[in-house]
């Protein structure tokens, strides 16, 4: 059941789109395709859509090979970025539409429209023209369409980047919520970490139509596969730096020009795992300690570089060799440009990636 | 270098009041911000600065010199747009070379002056190559480059970052903010990013409908908002808001929400200003304690409706009285759609508004 791809490839000339994705979306799972512009993954929804066809590999829906249906016997709902909903037509006969052409009895067609208009809070506006509604509500009626003819699958192309930040926080919530009472298998497209780890069960991380990492959101946080995950998710990003790894008196240490830190506790794991000794120390900016004085062995002296109070947290800039460290503080937090600090990191939430490889060894 | 003061300043569109009465002075050398949503009038308020448009009523002053019949070319502002307005087949020199060939300077101190503004933007390396092939962040400093040849004393910025991503924008938050110190340049920036307003303001303003809510350093309007507007717009999430009524029991006052009461006896004095008994409770998300077990110090029980893990931390959205709250849930706290929790809102911390006026009253 659910949704299941295998080996799937597509190339575009000589571009080569999608490479080789395997997949698998449970029943009533939420999953996200992430990544930057021109990673695959609306090139990868189109193909379970239908819109496209694979240059090879399988697509299998409620576990029926779908490779050939055309997109409307593939019993999916498609949402878009531009909404794709009649300007012309009130919001009711945009909703009956789908339902019209499957030649759906008239009384099931107004039960069902009632459900969805008022699921989506809608109701107050079936009567409207679609042209006139506000973006959220066109938006919503773009959804009810499709969640109207009862989709087994879900297909979402980054269907709130249109919305300001205040209406897309309003919408991720509503859309979640939506999805956990219907039960509703859903494939979200986004290139947002923000919106793909909030909504989803399990993120696939995409890059150069590959796919990077698929994991739940919690570890694909805490525990990125490799340096293009680990840097596109979180903001602010993490804090990576250039170091080389050194060996001195049994113990281990990665050495940043600047610092050096003590890892003897992976010195096995990194000399079996690492390609080379140019290694990356990389530390996300909520586990990095802001401290006055050099109050434990391992601080790093700098300046403050800038200080972004932003409420409830305030993000410190401080250079680390020839990079820009960012760490997060309380949102009291305060220091002027310039003031003298020490950083130190949490210990266990230091991660080591191999720079050659980009792959993440601790 | 120049103090910019704005006063009694109108302006209608085909009789649309786009400013209506507006005062404000912003400091020499400060980086003031200007936050409202799109149409709240902070582009026309830019212009009118500029001189791109007369006002209908009020004066600009810059530097105590009155200049509202002065020309936008003799006003010595720049502006920089969101679009940038660059010119793509022209190489950087050429386009930061313009304004000066306009104004006929010497060829050699032109070379000069570009050479040298090239320099303090880090885009030396830059000046022989087409726009077309920039990055994003190079361009924003071209555009700032082209403006900043000409020397001008104030520099007006509308939502320059708001074409570039994520990532990008929040380096070039730091690094425009930089640029501003080591300049000494009054900036006056325009967004609609309470985010960029925050972290960047020496002083900010909030604008609605043409007036001036609030204007102050962000800390301010972020823990002392003079209403619930711009309560409202600062911070992310956004402060929660209850609506509720005033009633007297045993000598105490409590406000009553429906499905809870707060004890405010101790702000008497401040109830005083409330023009009836209806308020508006307010609560940041950070001020709220999500517990499993209702405790002595509980506001109420609530339901789990979304869960939002955003990596370093969890927002958790929660049904209380037919809407929902937001909260930050505590380190390794596990919830799922349809948990009964507790909430306990920080005394110290509640917001009240009289539901009214929308004014704040403590």
Same mark, same amino acid.
């Given at each position: 059941m659910g949704l299941h791809i295998e080996n799937l490839r597509k190339e575009f000339g000589k571009l080569v789109a999608v490479k080789d994705l395997s997949l698998k979306v449970e029943t009533g799972e939420f999953v996200s395709l992430l990544? &930057? $512009?021109?990673?695959g993954k609306s090139t990868t929804l189109n193909m379970i859509a239908g819109l496209l066809y694979p240059t090879s590999g399988s697509i299998f829906i409620d576990d029926v090979l779908v490779n050939e249906l055309p997109p409307r016997d593939r019993k999916i709902g498609l949402v878009f970025q531009n909404y794709a909903v009649f300007n012309h037509m009130t919001v009711h006969d945009n909703l009956a539409f789908g339902l019209k052409i499957r030649k759906t009895p008239k009384n099931e067609i107004d039960k069902r429209i009632k459900e969805v208009a008022e699921f989506l809070r809608i109701g107050d506006v *079936?009567?409207?023209? #679609?042209?006139? *509604?506000?973006l959220d509500q066109l938006q919503r009626v773009a959804i009810g369409r499709s969640m109207i003819v009862k989709p087994s699958l879900f297909l979402l192309d980054e269907p709130l980047s249109n919305l300001d930040a205040a209406l897309r926080a309003v919408m991720r919530v509503e859309l979640k919520k939506m999805q956990k009472e219907l039960k509703q298998t859903v494939v979200y497209v986004t290139h947002d970490q923000l919106e793909a780890m909030t909504m989803s069960e399990r993120i696939a991380v995409m890059n150069k139509g590959e796919l990077q990492q698929y994991d739940t959101p919690s570890v694909i946080y805490n525990h990125p596969k490799n340096q293009f995950v680990a840097n596109f998710i979180g903001s602010p990003s993490m804090n990576f730096i250039d170091c080389s790894f050194a060996e001195k008196d049994g113990k281990a240490f990665l050495d940043a020009g600047v610092f050096s830190l003590d890892i003897t506790e992976f010195h096995e794991i990194v000399k079996a795992? #690492?390609? $080379? $000794?140019e290694l990356i120390l990389a530390i996300r900016p909520e586990d990095v300690k802001i401290m006055?004085? &050099? $109050?434990?062995?391992?601080a790093i002296e700098t300046s403050v570089y800038m200080v972004e109070p932003i409420g409830v947290k305030t993000i410190v800039t401080m250079p680390i060799g020839n990079r820009m460290f960012k760490a997060l503080a309380a949102g009291g937090f305060r220091a002027a440009i310039g003031d003298r600090k020490w950083i130190a990191f949490q210990r266990p939430k230091v991660h080591i990636i191999d720079k050659k490889t980009g792959s993440v060894v601790v | 270098m120049v103090k910019v003061t704005l006063q009694n300043l109108s302006k209608t569109f085909g009789g649309k009041t786009v400013i209506r009465d507006l005062t404000l002075e912003i400091n020499e050398q400060e980086f003031f911000c200007i936050l409202g949503y799109p149409g709240a009038g902070k582009t026309t308020l830019l212009r009118l600065i500029a001189g791109l448009e007369k006002q209908d009523k009020g004066d600009v002053y810059l530097d105590n010199k009155l200049v509202n019949n002065v020309h936008a070319s003799h006003r010595d502002v720049a502006m920089i747009f969101q679009?940038?307005?660059?010119? %793509?087949? !022209?190489t950087v020199f050429e386009n930061m070379a313009f304004p000066l060939k306009v104004r006929k300077m010497p060829r050699t101190e032109l070379r000069n002056r570009v050479q040298e503004v090239a320099k303090s933007l880090s885009i030396e390396h830059l000046l022989d190559r087409a726009i077309a092939n920039l990055s994003g962040g190079e361009k924003q400093r071209v555009a700032i480059g082209r403006a900043l040849v000409r020397r001008p004393q104030v520099f007006l910025m509308d939502e320059p970052l708001s074409n570039l991503d994520a990532l990008l924008r929040l380096e070039m938050r730091v690094e425009l903010k930089r640029l501003q110190r080591e300049l000494g340049q009054t900036f006056i920036y325009a967004t609609p990013d309470q985010l960029e307003a925050m972290s960047m303001g020496d002083r900010m303003a909030t604008l609605s409908e043409g007036q001036l809510q609030q204007v102050d350093v962000p800390e301010v309007l972020y823990n002392k908002p003079k209403n619930q507007f711009v309560a409202g717009l600062l911070g992310s999430p956004a402060m929660n808001f209850m609506e509720g009524s005033c009633r007297q029991s045993d000598g105490r006052t409590l406000l009553d929400v429906g499905s809870f009461q707060i004890d405010i006896t101790r702000f008497h004095k401040a109830l005083e !200003?409330?023009?009836? %008994?209806e308020l508006i409770l307010g609560i940041r998300p950070e001020h709220i304690k999500v517990t499993r077990q209702r405790g002595p110090n509980s506001t109420c029980e609530v339901v789990v409706y979304v869960v939002e893990p955003l990596g370093g931390e969890m927002i958790l959205h929660l049904g209380v009285d037919g809407g929902l709250i937001k909260a930050f849930a505590p380190p390794g706290f596990e919830a799922k759609y349809g948990d009964h929790v507790s909430v306990e809102f920080d005394p110290n911390r509640i917001y009240l508004f009289d539901k009214k006026t929308e004014e704040a009253i403590l």
């Open positions: 990544g &930057p $512009s021109g990673c *079936l009567d409207k023209r #679609a042209g006139g *509604l506000r795992q #690492a390609t $080379s $000794s006055n004085q &050099p $109050s434990m062995d391992e | 679009n940038l307005a660059l010119y %793509p087949n !022209r !200003r409330a023009t009836g %008994p």
